[in-house]
Structures are given as C-alpha cells and as structure tokens.
C-alpha cells in the first residue's frame, strides 16, 4: 500500500442500509508476509478443494465468485465487524462520510443467521415505520433472511429511493410477527439536533458521529446559551449506532477540561494511540445528563465512557450495545475493500467495554407509561377552587383576580381550527413537558434528575 493510499477507521455496530460510517485515521505500512510462514499445506487443501467445487458442483461457478465468496467467508469468519466490500459496497461506505445516502436507515449486525436491527437511525423510512433496536428481520418480502449473507440481506434491502418493501419483525414480548411496508428514500441525516426542554434546560440529541457532528454540537450549544442563561443539559444518545472515532473524542472534549477521553491499542504501535482532552468545558461545569440504551454503541459508547469515567456526567437509561473495537478500512488495487478490525479501545480508566456494554449510573428500564385521571389523587380540586375560600395576603390584585376568574368554572381556550397544531409545531420549539412521562419516561426522569443536580450546584 503506498503512502497515499487512505486508510479509514470506523467504529460500527453493524452494517449500515447503504453507508458505513469511516474515519481517516492515519497511514498504515504494507506488512509483506514473508512466503515461507504460508501454511503451504492448508494452500494446497484449499486449492483441492475450489477444484473439486469447480468440477463437481451442480453448476458452473466463475472463479471469480468462488474466490470472493472465500475472502468474504474467511473475513466474516474472525468477528461480526470485519467483511469483505466490493467495489459497490466500498462506494457507498465512502458516500457516508457526507451524511446522505440513499437506504432504509438502519444499522443492522448478523445474529444466528439472522439480521438483528441495532439501531434505526432517527426520521428514516425504518424509524417513521416503528422498526426498535432488538428487532429481529426474518423476512425481506417474500424471500426468508435465514440462510442468506448479510450482504445479501442488505442487497435486497436496497433499491431505488420510492420503491417499496415489506420487513417481517420478530420483537421480544410481541405475540406474532410484525409486517412492515417502508418506502426507501434518500437519507440525509441531520447528525446534530438542540432543543429546550424548559427555561434554563437544554436538550441535545446525537443520531450519529458524522465528520461534522463536533462542529454542529458546538452550533447547537451556542443557539441554547444565546437564547438564555443554560443551567444544565441532556445529552441523548440512544439507538445512536456510533460512527467517526475522531466526532466521538470531538463531542467528548466539548464537555471535558482535561485527561483522557480514550485510548486504542492494537498489535503494534502503529494501531496504539490515546486522545485527551483540551482545556475548556462548553458548559462551564454546568450539570450533565447523559442518555443510553442498548442502540447506543460504539463512537456513542466512547462519549458516554468517557463521561462517566470522568464524573462529568450522570448516564441514565439501560445497558449500552458493548462493542470495544476499531475497525480499519484498507482500499484494494481492484478499487474494493476489506473493513478488518484491528484494534480494541479502552475508557479512561482503562476498562475495555467489549461485550459488557456500559451500566448507566441510574438505571431505567424501558416501560409504558399512560395517562390517568387526576380526579382519582385529589389533585383535580384544590383550595383556591373552594367558594369563599381565604385570599392569600402576599398575592397581587391581578393574581386574585385570574383565581376568582377560575373559580367561575375552566373553559378550553383552544380553537376547533388550533386541533393538531402541536402535532405540527416546529422541532425547534419547547418541548412540552406535561406529556414527557406518557411520550418519553426516560427523557423525563433526565430532566427530572438534571434540575436536582442543577438545584444541589446552585446551594
């Protein structure tokens, strides 16, 4: 491999529909094997036996594919991260590096033969069709997943944006299979997205670690502070499937003063490197909430170690994805690829999350939540609804009189024409609190524990 030639890490979970996230890392030396370490007797088993395939099996099979179904097999064959990508395969994988692509947005990883979902990735045609992480694929129309590759698997899941597919789910605790028909569809995937949850509360979701994402977390962060005093924020990286390794230390170090963010070892010292922090925290050491689930892997599993192992942020939620290694992308003269994993990274504190995932500080475990009748708690009466009941002597006049007015019975001030505006409201507004617990339990209980850590600081 010449010098010029560019050599990428990526941190995946899984395989991408159409984009594998990759990071230009460093340029690695061509390593000659020297010939007389060949095993020449497994050389020649293997020659017999691509003979005999060629001569006796029920059709004629090119040489070509004989010998790239043995690469694929003898990549995937040393861990679910490392494969083989032609040329087809290896276009897309670059592709992603701008953040569109075209696919169904799901990043998906083999599993007893079949195609188990990471993540779907967020407002992409399998996030909007209700695909979870877990899910099992076992069907891609009518062609069973059992039995074939996964980039077979994935083959058949691409297409021509507009074009339709049925996905048959298995889903832990649903009582029969689940089919879905989604429409494939360009896929531009806004890495980066801040919202305020109340005064003073920030909210910042991570989808996943794009070349770009330290740059618009830096963004967002300053739209929060600019629209008013931020006392504290909610990282979420849930379902995020990772990414770049260079947006991971970038997102990591916007919140760190100084040590270590992650280290990476491999075999040799070109594959060894540590990444620290430079000096300067975005919030000032305001609190931080970090959110987690068994979608968030890899790149989102690097913030969030580093995070916890630093004592800057709190993580809540449930178990991450556990995948600890690093993955690097060597270009072929034939302009294909081989995604081979060579190295492991380790937290801070020098722990190597490999198939243990990261435990969250408080622990959530995903539920439902619903909506009931307040009447039935005491809470639908209160003293100021009572008829003759004392004023409050430090209430201004406008505040007695707005209770009065209430005690004259509530009305719905909202309009017939105003039905479903909040359905419509822009993603930039306020997030409407009173409905986080039915919405999303676990964003409510980090914004619950944010403003009591906010609320401990401030004392």
Known sequence: ??????????????????????????????????????????????????????????????????????????????????????????????????????????????????????????????????????????????????????????????????????????????????????????????????????????????????????????????KLKKAGELKGLVLDLRNNPGGLLTAAVDVSDEFLNKGAIVSIKGRDADSTREFDASVGDALDGKPLVVLVNGGSASAAEIVAGALQDQKRGVLIGSKTFGKGSVQTILPLNNDSAIKITTARYYTPSGRSIQAEGIVPDVTIQPFKVSKLDPSEFGEGVHEADLKGRLDNPNAKPEEIKAQDKGKEGKTDEKKEGDKGKDKDAKKDEPINVADLPVNDYELYEALTLLKGLSITQNR
């Not at 569109?100 to 069709?129: C, N």
Request: glycine share 8%; no cysteine.
């Open 1 to 222: 491999m010449s010098s010029s030639t560019r050599v990428s890490l990526a941190l995946l979970a899984g395989v991408v529909f159409g984009v594998s996230a990759t990071l230009t890392h460093s340029v690695f030396a061509e390593k000659q094997v020297p010939a007389e370490t060949l095993p020449l007797k497994d050389l020649q088993t293997f020659v017999e036996i691509l003979n005999r395939v060629k001569s006796d099996y029920v059709e004629p099979v090119k040489d070509e594919t004989l010998l790239e179904n043995a690469v694929r097999g003898m990549l995937s064959g040393l861990d679910p991260h490392s494969s083989y990508l032609d040329k087809e395969e290896y276009k897309d994988l670059n592709a992603s590096t701008t953040g569109k692509f075209g696919g169904l947005g799901i990043e998906v990883q083999l599993k007893d033969g079949l195609v188990k979902v990471v993540s779907p990735i967020d407002d992409t045609p399998a996030a909007k069709a209700g695909v979870k992480a877990g899910d099992l694929i076992v069907k891609i129309d009518d062609t069973p997943v059992k039995g074939l590759t996964l980039q077979d698997a994935v083959s058949k899941m691409r297409g021509d944006p507009g074009t339709k597919i049925v996905l048959t789910l298995i889903r832990e605790n649903a009582p029969a299979p689940l089919v879905l028909e989604l429409k494939r569809d360009y896929i531009k995937v806004a890495s980066v997205r801040g919202r305020s949850i109340e005064p003073g509360f920030g909210y910042i979701r991570i989808s996943q670690f794009t070349a770009t994402t330290g740059k618009n977390l830096s963004e967002e962060l300053a």
